[in-house]
């Protein structure tokens, strides 16, 4: 079964730091590029990172640019999402998603990890 | 920055009935657009990508048209389980993928 799992939300403190995961099964994850998503409670979906199936490539959104860090380990089917000073309007449920290509659809999604960042 | 716009917000329908979604680019994004299903607690799910091709195992009541600012997605007849919010992303202007908005689908 093709499977996106998240993991590391939680709650932290404005200026803190966090770090997700994402487990992929089921596919060849080295292939595809991935990407982070995020949606605010109650908000629509935003595009925060990507990166390409080698690692090549990685862009960020203006939102998060110089704070968060994408990266991946193939051998080991993840990818990780490193995020410091966190700031309240970052508080979201971030989803991990797949895709053939760096400029293509995203195909597969994880079923999302929650962070809250507050005092 | 290409700015998506969906419309209606909210649409009620009737189960049964057919339901039509539109989304607004603000610049031609070819036809690189994508639309994702999301239901209450759940992740999105990809419908329709390349404005008009079904992903797999998504019923054929679902169907996308359009093609550089206007697009539709058109489902034929509502089920229960269509109930939803829908999401449009262009993905012709890498590396800044941008969605809309959303509309949620609500029973009538």
């Known amino acids: 079964e093709v499977q996106l799992v998240e993991s590391g939300g939680g709650l932290v403190k404005p200026g803190g730091s966090l770090r997700l995961s994402c487990a992929a099964s089921?596919?060849?994850?080295?292939?595809?590029?991935m990407n982070w998503v995020r949606q605010a409670p109650g908000k629509g979906l935003e595009w925060v990172s990507s990166i390409s199936s080698s690692s090549s490539y990685i862009y960020y959104a203006d939102s998060v640019k110089g704070r968060f860090t994408i990266s991946r380990d193939n051998a080991k089917n993840s990818l990780y999402l490193q995020m410091n000073s966190l700031r309240a309007e970052d508080t979201a449920v971030y989803y991990c998603?797949?895709?053939?290509?760096?400029?293509?659809?995203?195909?597969?999604w994880g079923q999302g990890t929650m962070v809250t960042v507050s005092s | 920055e290409i700015v998506m716009t969906q419309s209606p917000a909210t649409l009620s329908v009737s189960p049964g009935e057919r339901a039509t979604l539109s989304c607004r680019a603000s610049?031609?994004?070819?036809?690189?657009l994508a639309w994702y299903q999301q239901k209450p607690g759940q992740a999105p799910r990809l419908l329709i990508y390349g404005a008009s091709t079904r992903a797999t195992g998504i019923p054929a009541r679902f169907s996308g048209s359009g093609s550089g600012t206007e697009f539709t997605l058109t489902i034929s007849s509502l089920q229960s389980e269509d109930f939803a919010v829908y999401y449009c992303q262009q993905y012709n202007n890498w590396p800044l993928w941008t969605f809309g908005q959303g509309t949620k689908v609500e029973i009538k």
């Open positions: 089921g596919f060849t994850f080295s292939s595809y590029s």
């Open positions: 998603a797949s895709g053939p290509r760096i400029q293509d659809a995203f195909d597969i």
């Open positions: 610049q031609s994004v070819s036809s690189n």
